[in-house]
């Protein structure tokens, strides 16, 4: 089995904050008919739009209805479900010290699984293990949520392990070490990127001359090209959208945001972006024309995407009262209003067009308190929007112009993780079947959000 520990050159800044990958794309509210499976990180669409229906209005007394709990161990990745299996990853650590610290990177031994549980039942059918040495800061876990395609599940492990799995059974079909396949360095915060399936290849942010961002064959694990340089490959994960005419595969490092052709890898455009402490990690969120990129210490950058080709205009900058910069949490954007979570807990609206605050609230997050990169997961159903709150509450609420609008509110999950002085929870929910799958490190549960009398 692969276990190589890859020399570790670079050290973060004292100063810098714990990496996520949570960020994601989200577009235009749909609905459809049927349940659908959540096969990857924010969904069947990458777009954390959640599409079924029959969903509760309220919840019930007492809260969601938990179905099953299972028991599991230590990561920050979120699960996908397909084809009535859950796929989540976790770390069973067995030496060293996992206390999270900004300023260092822990040493670990134990072992780096995935998980492939019944989604019904919650029992495990199968596990997919290795030793594995971690030399990571905030050492929790994996990051990387797995991405089903049809009877294959991807994973990407913190420190680097890219397999290939058989979904029946667990079974490889091909796996690499990413520093050995592209000559790179484990990231100080662990490798984030969530892998994207764009027909025949697999797309994911990897590092190394040339090859920061990389298309493999999804069925062998050969490289059909690689792209771009940077100091560091940084934290973020591959979105495709479609404008002026051409897919356009975008992907952000350290220091730009860069429009890739998904099927060469040739340079479309790119715009300088550069995060504090090199923490690029949210994905960029679209809405019609407009594009948001945005991180750690209010770096960000609106972008309008050219009709006619594959071309992109700046439009403001964050700065202060405009815009807004998160650290780890997911964005949302409607035709002319952007929510994020900024560095302090607090949920923003802004005007799309001049980046404008329109209010704030920290009821999303911490309820009621700002915090170091304090973090709320949002997911859209329709015109509400469901969030995880890094205390554990579920929320059902309405985002507009005007106002935060709390529908409900339930405990769904407890704070498991240790993080700037206080306990959250740091982990991206999966909505498939009419239902909530949550992990924290100790537990993955799935909890039913089906309205009285819907159908599954």
């Known amino acids: ?41 924010l969904g069947p669409q990458r777009d954390a739009e959640w599409r079924e229906t029959g969903i509760v209005d309220k ?36 030496e060293g010290d996992p206390a999270d610290g900004p300023g260092i990177r822990n040493v670990l031994k134990g072992t780096e699984r ?36 049809g009877d294959r599940v991807y994973m990407l492990g913190a420190e680097g392990r ?29 490798f984030s990127s969530h892998p994207l399936i764009d027909g025949e290849r697999l797309v994911l942010v990897a590092g190394g001359e040339g090859s920061v961002v990389v298309a493999l064959n999804k069925m ?20 495709i959208f479609e404008a002026g005419g051409t897919r356009q595969l975008l992907v952000w490092h350290p220091e730009a945001v860069n429009s890739l052709n998904p099927e060469t890898g040739a340079l479309h455009w790119s715009v300088p972006l550069m995060p504090e402490h090199r923490m690029s990690i949210n994905i960029p969120v679209r809405a019609g024309k407009h594009v948001y990129v945005a991180g750690i210490e209010d770096k960000g950058v609106m972008l309008e995407l050219a009709a006619d080709a594959p071309k992109a205009k700046e439009l403001w900058r964050a700065d202060g009262d405009i815009g807004v910069g998160p650290v780890h949490s997911p964005m949302l954007m409607s035709e002319d209003t952007l929510y994020a979570i900024d560095g302090s807990g607090q ?19 911490t309820h009621g308190k700002k915090a170091d990169s304090a973090t ?31 529908i409900d509110r339930a405990k769904i999950i407890e704070p498991t993780h240790p993080a ?4 959250v929870h740091w982990s991206c929910p999966a909505y498939a079947n009419r239902c909530i799958f949550v992990r924290n490190d100790k537990e993955i549960l799935c909890a039913s959000l089906a309205a009285e009398g819907a159908a599954k």
């Not at 969601?64 to 069973?92: C, E, M, N, Q």
């Not at 890219?162 to 360095?185: I, R, S, Y």
């Not at 709150?389 to 709390?406: F, W």
Request: glycine share 10%.
């Open 1 to 41: 089995m692969l276990n190589r520990h890859p020399s570790r050159s670079r050290r973060a800044s004292r100063f810098a904050r714990p990496l996520l990958v949570l960020a994601g794309a989200f577009g235009a509210t749909s609905v459809a008919a049927r349940a659908e499976d959540w096969p990857q990180w």
């Open 59 to 94: 919840f019930p007394s007492g809260g969601p209805k938990v179905l099953w709990r299972t028991p599991i161990h230590g990561g920050y990745s979120g699960p996908a479900v397909a084809d009535g299996r859950v796929f989540v990853t976790d770390y069973d650590r067995k």
């Open 114 to 149: 995935l998980l492939c549980l019944d989604a019904k039942s919650g029992e495990k059918r199968w596990e997919y293990a290795y030793p594995c040495e971690y030399h990571i800061s905030y050492p929790m876990g994996p990051r990387s949520t797995p991405t089903v395609d």
């Open 162 to 190: 890219l397999a290939c799995l058989n979904v029946a059974d667990g079974k490889p079909m091909w796996e690499m070490d990413l520093n050995d396949k592209f000559q790179c360095d484990t990231p100080y915060w662990g």
């Open 220 to 239: 062998t694990g050969e490289t059909i090209w690689k792209a771009l340089s940077a100091r560091e490959a940084g934290y973020g994960s591959p979105v």
């Open 347 to 365: 949920l923003t609206a802004c005007d799309v067009a001049t980046g404008k605050h329109l209010w704030k609230t920290t009821d999303a997050t």
């Open 376 to 406: 709320g997961f949002m997911v859209r159903n329709g015109e509400r929007t469901f969030i995880v709150s890094e205390i554990g509450d579920l929320i059902i609420a309405k985002l507009t112009r005007e106002a935060y609008e709390e």
């Open 420 to 423: 700037w002085g206080r306990v």
